[in-house]
């Protein structure tokens, strides 16, 4: 657990005043989240629960508001663990304290198990979800093999990416089709994903789907701005 090697590897070096920010971004400017001494006792067993010890947040964060706060804290390490949306803001951070020219160290840790961070070959967490989606997909197979043109449809987490999706299906070898946000399909027509299935369906009896949850974006309207993080969206109905 990155966290907690974090921990270790700082009291290892000498560091005296370790703290954890509570929720993400949020714990420097809400009020009533206090930050929380960090110590290799404290720490030690935490890879054996679930969860976040810290806690997560979404969204809300000003970095000026931040970079007061990692000032008036005398904070001169920053750790940040997450994905894109955390990296976005730890390169923000890191632009604002250098714009103020203080000397403080942001370190971004790239912890997601989408896997869509750049120059990264596998972030952490990603050999995890493919490990745990492979499951789904297998019930699903079973499911579709007992059923009459019995058809499996899994969607897994894959907001701008299908590194998952792609990966779990390859790794199951019993997904017929794989749809991931990266690769445009249509639906109907000679070479549509509908036509295919029913391919599927006379010549074996039965299929399994893999889907991306962002795949076949085109198909959806946007109604606002969430949409383009990939919180909201409608099906036009004709």
Do not use: W
């Not at 949020?26 to 679930?50: A, D, Q, T």
């Not at 969204?59 to 949306?85: C, H, P, W, Y």
């Not at 249509?186 to 599927?200: A, N, P, Q």
Request: a positive charge; glycine letters at 10%.
């Amino acid at each position: 657990m990155m966290f907690r090697q974090i921990v270790f590897t700082l009291e290892t070096y000498g560091v005296k005043n370790i703290v954890g920010i509570p929720f993400g971004y949020r714990g420097f400017f809400e009020k009533g989240l206090k930050e929380m001494p960090l110590s290799r006792h404290l720490v030690e067993n935490i890879n054996l629960n679930g969860g976040s010890f810290l806690g997560v947040s979404r969204g809300g964060a000003k970095t000026s508001e931040i970079v007061d706060s990692i000032q008036a804290r005398r904070i001169d390490m920053l750790f940040v663990l997450g994905g894109n949306g955390t990296h976005a803001g730890a390169n923000a951070i890191h632009e604002e304290c250098r714009k103020r020219k203080l000397k403080v160290s942001v370190v971004a840790v790239p912890k997601t198990i989408d896997n869509d961070i750049l120059l990264m070959d596998k972030t952490f967490g990603f050999d995890t979800a493919v490990e745990e989606a492979q499951r789904a997909i297998n019930s699903a197979y079973i499911e579709a093999r007992s059923a009459y043109y019995g058809i499996g449809l899994v969607k897994l987490m894959g907001r701008s990416s299908g590194f998952i999706a792609m990966h779990a299906s390859l790794s199951s070898g019993q997904v017929d089709v794989c749809l991931i946000p990266e690769v445009p399909f249509t639906l109907d027509g000679e070479f549509g994903v509908l036509r295919h299935l029913e391919h599927l369906l006379k010549t074996k009896g039965f299929c399994v789907v893999c889907v991306a949850e962002a795949a076949g974006q085109p198909f959806f309207l946007p109604f606002s701005p969430l949409f383009s993080t990939g919180s909201a969206a409608k099906i036009r109905c004709n």
